[in-house]
């Protein structure tokens, strides 16, 4: 995971969940699959689908 995907997602974790569940992140970070980080990684650059 590159560190520009890791700084999105806790853009995008700090917009959706209350800041009391930031010490979550880094256990949800640790857990996401590479498909699930390759969806985000797609969807960080703009489209919407993988293909």
Known sequence: MTPELK???L???KWNNHVKY???FEDW???LTEQQ???YQTYKEGRK???
């Open 37 to 39: 980080i390759q969806w």
């Open 7 to 9: 700084e999105y997602l």
């Open 29 to 31: 970070i640790e857990n």
């Open 49 to 51: 689908t993988l293909w």
């Open 11 to 13: 853009h995008e974790w």
């Open 22 to 24: 930031l010490k979550y």
